[in-house]
T-cell receptor, first 111, second 116 residues
Framework: GQNIDQPTEMTATEGAIVQINCTYQTSGFNGLFWYQQHAGEAPTFLSYNVLDGLEEKGRFSSFLSRSKGYSYLLLKELQMKDSASYLCAVDESGYGQNFVFGPGTRLSVLP | GAGVSQSPSNKVTEKGKDVELRCDPISGHTALYWYRQRLGQGLEFLIYFQGNSAPDKSGLPSDRFSAERTGESVSTLTIQRTQQEDSAVYLC??????????????FGPGTRLTVL
């Protein structure tokens, strides 16, 4: 079977750093994606990891450990506009058809 | 167009009626996905199209749901005899290829379906 777990909700303060974890158990693995989804809007792409290690992109970084089935999204210098849901998704097949989304983590950034 | 478009943006229908939702993917994107998202919940995979290959229908929740795609262009998702449980946002996404980071999915704005 397939299972992707994320914390349901997180709260952090403006200017702080927050780490959103994602663990997965899937029948295959060919890449992990993070998406951001603001309330009432469609998801937008943030990052992609297929090899172990850290990918940095501005204030956002994403880490992957394939042996542990674990990823995290790190958000630095939090801004109010970062309040959104963050979705972890695994491409099981590498051919696109087995693309599994986690339930998402709703992040609230407080002043 | 610059992005994925979907129509209608909102649809209110009566229980038992059929509805048709449309998705226009980004030009040149070979892969197209349909997802359902209920209020406050994650994305639920429905169906996937890749080029002219037979679609992966493994996520369709019942035989009331069907989808078509002509080549690498427009797709329609049809729900027959709608039920109140079908109320959700239906999201369409397309990706350039199906390998590696190029299968980043670009999402449309969604169609919000309300079944009364």
């Amino acid at each position: 079977g397939q299972n992707i777990d994320q914390p349901t909700e997180m709260t952090a303060t403006e200017g702080a750093i927050v780490q959103i974890n994602c663990t997965y158990q899937t029948s295959g693995f060919n890449g992990l994606f993070w998406y951001q989804q603001h309330a009432g809007e469609a998801p937008t792409f943030l990052s992609y990891n297929v090899l172990d290690g850290l990918e940095e992109k501005g204030r956002f970084s994403s880490f992957l450990s394939r042996s542990k089935g674990y990823s995290y999204l790190l958000l630095k210098e939090l801004q109010m506009k970062d309040s959104a849901s963050y979705l972890c998704a695994v491409d099981e097949s590498g051919y696109g058809q087995n693309f599994v989304f986690g339930p998402g983590t709703r992040l609230s950034v407080l002043p | 167009g610059a992005g994925v478009s979907q129509s209608p943006s909102n649809k209110v229908t009566e229980k038992g009626k059929d509805v048709e939702l449309r998705c226009d993917p980004i030009s040149g994107h070979t892969a197209l996905y349909w997802y359902r998202q209920r209020l406050g919940q994650g994305l639920e995979f429905l169906i996937y199209f890749q080029g002219n290959s037979a679609p992966d229908k493994s996520g369709l929740p019942s035989d009331r749901f069907s989808a078509e795609r002509t080549g690498e262009s427009v797709s329609t998702l049809t729900i027959q005899r709608t039920q109140q449980e079908d109320s959700a946002v239906y999201l369409c996404a397309s990706s350039l290829t199906t390998s590696g980071g190029d299968n980043e999915q670009f999402f449309g704005p969604g169609t919000r379906l309300t079944v009364l």
